[in-house]
């Protein structure tokens, strides 16, 4: 397995946009499914924890993934929009991009002290941990190190895991019910990108 260090790339409008606030846990982490539907996605599966444990919340789909050049030049570019760079639409399915300002990716940090990423593609396994007490300690996010690894799999894997632990105390349970309400509004009806939440399928009959 090889180990490497990764930085942040910054851009100017990063202040701005993390100044904005998420109304609810929810629609934090629906910020990471938007992800999986700009990767290309066509299942997702969400497990969250049950009140007051020490459970992770894991979201995993089987997207296109993302190898270690383009973890550096795309997801580690921080509020850098997507579409002028790639365009309007999806590489595989010409989905509409849903992920504007490039700040999704810490959606997951809003609800939880630790993130763990786990990606494959084209026969690369790559991943990494954030964790805010790390971020605490840099006075820029651009010289926070980032500790990776990397290491061949079957070609024939893809698609990335975030795993949310230690969440915040001060925050509310994502309820099962709730996340479903804030999935519909867009993904409700969608043929080719289905969303399980705790074992349950989405559907429109949680309407």
Known sequence: ????????????????LLSQEYSSTEKALKEL????????????TISLPRPMSKDPIVITDNGSGMTEEELRRHYLMIAS????????????????????????KFAGLM?????????RARGRFCGFTLRLQDLALVEDIE??????????????????????????????????NKFRQV????????????????GKRLDVDDI
Not at 33 to 44: G, H, L, Y
Not at 190 to 198: L, P
Request: aromatic content about 6%; some cysteine; overall charge negative.
């Open 33 to 44: 499914i938007d992800n999986a539907w700009d990767a290309d996605a066509e299942q997702v």
């Open 81 to 104: 929009d997507r579409r002028q760079k790639r365009g309007e639409r999806t590489a595989g399915k010409h989905r509409k991009i849903k992920g504007r300002k490039g700040i999704g």
């Open 183 to 198: 999935l519909l509004q867009d993904y409700g009806r969608q043929d080719d990108f289905e969303i399980e939440v705790d």
């Open 143 to 176: 010289h926070l190190d980032i500790k990776f690894q990397s290491e061949s799999c079957d070609e024939n894997l893809h698609g990335t895991t975030i795993r949310l632990s230690e969440l915040h105390q001060g925050l509310a349970y994502p309820d099962a």
């Open 1 to 16: 397995m090889k180990e490497s260090n990764l930085r942040f790339q910054v851009d100017s409008r990063l202040a701005t």
């Open 111 to 119: 609800v939880a002290t630790t993130m763990t990423l786990e990606t």
